[in-house]
């Protein structure tokens, strides 16, 4: 698997989103991507309980922990690269979390446009 170029959706360098709990498509703590990740885990965003009721209701449980996978369950105030696709739902919805555009992957723009992205923002230069 290659990756996409390490690019924002600033078109700056990628910046990391986190490794506590360990993140991205290729478990390195960025939102990287590439063409076999079909769920576009491109949305740098900060775990809410409101998002993650609503993830779980809509059938992806983020907060169980998963031992057999190495997955610890996630919690409000953790860092995650999201899918592009179940960011833009919970936006719909209302309930979508906080998102760095700094370590958004750019290729998150083929799913979620940038004023969406930007409305639930919390970099301070979103320019």
Known sequence: MTPDPSLNVLNKPLALCGTHPVTGFFRDGHCNTCAQDQGSHTVFAVMTAEFLAYSKYVGND????????????????????????????????????????????????????????RTHAIDSDTT
Do not use: M
Request: charged share 20%; aromatic share 8%; hydrophobic share 45%.
């Open 62 to 117: 983020l907060s169980t922990p998963r031992p057999e996978f190495g997955f610890v369950g996630l919690t409000p105030g953790d860092p995650w690269c999201l899918c592009a696709g179940r960011f833009l739902q919970a936006a719909d919805e209302g309930c979508a979390p906080k998102v760095n555009l700094a370590a958004t992957h750019l290729r998150a723009l083929d799913i979620v446009p940038l004023e969406t992205l």
